[in-house]
């Protein structure tokens, strides 16, 4: 079983190279070309950051597989001995948490390199080292507490009950489900501010489109985004009455009203046509094959391992194999959200203007610096947004068409054309 382990994992690693090796051939042969809805300078710089942004997800990957090879080689062995644990609980916990300590301590060398000299070289990040490691002790703080408590009730499932897998889901989803009420009013403002958008002509608006759609929140709410990223995006969140419609304070300060009107009713298209319970729904039925396949792996795996199999370790592997899984679920789950896509942006043109929409999605690639192309297969597997060409083409513009006609304004930052 651990030779099928490997293979199975190794594929799996030797497959997201080859898509990353793909996508950076197509974008450096496609970077050099004619530019696509921005300028030619920043179609090249885009370009440029796509690949450098892949080439150090290559590195990523290759570190992750050493990591795995290591873990089911000797690691967990190790590890058990270093910490002395036993078949408790208590031992469970405490053997999770150095088994993510160790996979954080080495995915982070990446992360400060992506945050402090990858996105700081193209502008995309204001994070300073200060808010970095504050956001980094509310995370853990936050993680010790609740993440303490998950783990200790799942490892007394794991230990207690015989057919654990089945619970250990409900109490995972039951989880997920709880999270979605409580985030955007409880988590989110622990690490921003979130100010009520100010009375006016756009909040009237807003409020109007809301009640068409008979969507009741929590309320609209401006996000400082701008503090730790300069890129711009809105989303709706929450549940239940912790429904709101948040709007990063980038997108506020570069979209006209009517652009962030058409935005908005992307975001209610979503709303309207029930996508946030479909996607509960996906993450339900990825989370319930995960913990059939690997809550039933067999005690052979782990003697092939030498170890004595419990409930840390356990958790442990499905943690470590759960990629393996979702990695089959994800062109699935993309294809249904890139469909989704559609749908909401066609009830947002409705809403807030065909035009508006467009607009507003041709300055968000511009102002994101997002490379407009990418190769068919990180579409497949990891485009959960349509490609934005093909947004416009659904809704009736031709890229190309487009592309003439903002030349001209590309200096003043301004469509007129769609106005």
Request: charge should be negative; aromatic fraction near 14%.
């Amino acid at each position: 079983m651990l030779e099928i382990i490997m293979v199975l994992f190794t594929v799996y690693t030797l497959i997201k190279i080859y898509i990353s090796i793909m996508q950076i051939g197509y974008i450096d042969t496609q970077k050099s070309g004619e530019a696509i809805l921005m300028s030619q300078e920043n179609y090249q710089i885009a370009g440029e950051y796509a690949v450098k942004k892949e080439r150090l997800g290559i590195l990523s990957t290759l570190v992750d597989y050493g990591v795995f090879v290591w873990w089911i080689l000797g690691g967990f062995a190790w590890l058990t001995s270093a910490l002395n644990t036993g078949s408790s609980a208590q031992d469970a916990v405490l053997f999770l948490f150095g088994f993510i300590a160790i996979g954080f301590i080495a995915n982070l060398p990446f992360e400060l390199y992506q945050t402090f000299k990858l996105d700081k070289e193209y502008g995309f990040t204001n994070t300073t080292p200060k808010l970095y490691i504050i956001d980094q002790l509310k995370s853990s703080l936050l993680f010790i507490v609740f993440g303490g408590i998950i783990f200790y009730i799942l490892s007394w499932i794991v230990i207690n009950i015989e057919n654990w897998w089945i619970w250990g889901f409900t109490l995972l989803f039951s989880i997920a489900l709880l999270v979605n009420i409580i985030y955007p009013t409880i988590i989110a403002p622990i690490f921003n501010k979130f100010t009520p958008l100010e009375d006016g002509e756009l909040r009237d608006s807003i409020e109007k489109m809301m009640q068409s759609v008979g969507l009741k929140s929590d309320g609209v709410f401006v996000l400082d985004a701008s503090k730790r990223d300069s890129r711009l995006n809105a989303y709706f969140g929450g549940l239940g009455k912790s429904k709101r419609v948040v709007l990063f304070d980038t997108l506020v300060e570069k979209l006209t009203n009517k652009e962030l009107l058409a935005v908005l009713g992307h975001e209610l298209g979503h709303f309207s046509h029930g996508d946030i319970w479909k996607n509960i729904g996906m993450m339900g039925l990825l989370l319930l094959s995960s913990f059939f396949l690997l809550g039933n792996l067999p005690e052979s795996l782990f003697f092939d391992m030498k170890i004595e199999p419990n409930a840390g370790i356990e958790i442990a592997m499905m943690m470590m194999l759960l990629p393996l899984i979702s990695f089959v679920f994800t062109p699935i789950m993309s294809a249904v959200s890139r469909h989704n896509e559609y749908a909401a942006d066609e009830f947002g043109s409705e809403l807030g203007g065909k035009e508006n929409l467009v607009s507003a999605l041709i300055k968000l690639i511009q102002e994101n610096k997002a490379f407009p192309k990418s190769h068919p297969l990180v579409i497949f597997f990891y485009y959960t947004h349509p490609p934005v060409l093909e947004r416009l083409k659904e809704l009736g513009y031709d890229a190309n068409a487009v592309n003439e006609m903002i030349k001209p304004l590309e200096k003043d930052g301004i469509f007129a054309f769609l106005e």
